[in-house]
């Protein structure tokens, strides 16, 4: 490969970046209108006060959180061109993702069973946002655990090297992102309720 084609494969794989980055901060802004409005929301005198988020959501962060460090020590592997190793790792963050995905509904049913629904006459201003805001969420994770598979299935193809990780960090990107996402939304839903 010469000069003139390494370069322009450098200048692709900035570009694929960039738009990896600019989408994600298109959905920053789309969770920063919603947390704002949620702000806004609070004044309104059917706005209930102390509302406690469900324990399973205190238990996802701990899981999302750890999906992240999984995933750090796949890239780890994959840098030293330890394929099973990565693939483990892989697995394992998939397996957080899933774990997180049914530790999120688990909360919602723990709303639900407190008598308050997304809509409907039991449901409340309140409830409303934080069933919106953390599906929203968990959305953005189904998403990412599509992709995980994507990298998992490439990994086991052995189409990633110390040269050619470009999927690999494109999807670590955005799943760090949706972790730290939803440390910003829980941290937010408990100190600004």
Same mark, same amino acid.
């Given at each position: 490969?010469?000069?003139t084609? !390494?370069?322009i494969?450098?200048k692709?794989? *900035?570009?694929?970046?960039?738009?990896?980055?600019?989408? $994600?901060?298109?959905?920053f802004?789309?969770?920063?209108?919603?947390?704002?409005?949620?702000? %806004?929301?609070k004044? !309104?005198?059917?706005?209930?006060?102390n509302?406690?988020?469900? =324990? @399973?959501f205190?238990?996802? &962060?701990f899981? $999302?959180? =750890?999906?992240?460090?999984?995933?750090?020590?796949?890239? !780890?592997?994959?840098l030293?061109?330890n394929?099973r190793?990565?693939?483990i790792? #892989? =697995?394992?963050?998939?397996v957080l993702? %899933?774990?997180? +995905?049914i530790?999120?509904? +688990?909360?919602?049913n723990e $709303?639900i069973?407190?008598g308050? /629904?997304?809509?409907?006459?039991?449901?409340? +201003? =309140?409830?409303?946002?934080?069933? &919106?805001?953390?599906?929203?969420h968990? %959305? /953005?994770?189904? @998403?990412?655990?599509l992709?995980?598979?994507?990298?998992?299935? *490439?990994? $086991?193809k !052995?189409k990633y090297?110390?040269n050619?990780i470009?999927?690999?960090?494109?999807?670590?990107?955005?799943?760090h992102?949706v972790?730290i996402l939803?440390i910003y939304?829980? #941290?937010? #839903?408990v100190?600004?309720?």
């Amino acid at each position: 490969m010469g000069n003139t084609d !390494r370069n322009i494969n450098k200048k692709n794989k *900035r570009a694929i970046k960039m738009m990896v980055w600019l989408g $994600i901060a298109s959905l920053f802004m789309t969770f920063a209108g919603f947390t704002s409005a949620f702000i %806004v929301s609070k004044s !309104r005198e059917d706005w209930i006060l102390n509302f406690d988020l469900p =324990t @399973a959501f205190s238990f996802s &962060l701990f899981i $999302i959180i =750890t999906s992240s460090l999984s995933l750090i020590l796949a890239r !780890r592997e994959l840098l030293k061109n330890n394929f099973r190793s990565t693939t483990i790792y #892989l =697995t394992i963050t998939f397996v957080l993702g %899933v774990i997180f +995905i049914i530790s999120q509904f +688990i909360g919602f049913n723990e $709303i639900i069973e407190n008598g308050y /629904h997304f809509t409907g006459p039991t449901s409340t +201003i =309140t409830t409303s946002f934080i069933f &919106l805001i953390a599906f929203v969420h968990l %959305v /953005h994770v189904a @998403a990412g655990l599509l992709v995980l598979l994507f990298v998992i299935y *490439r990994n $086991i193809k !052995r189409k990633y090297s110390t040269n050619n990780i470009l999927g690999f960090e494109l999807a670590s990107i955005f799943w760090h992102f949706v972790d730290i996402l939803w440390i910003y939304l829980f #941290l937010f #839903l408990v100190f600004f309720k």
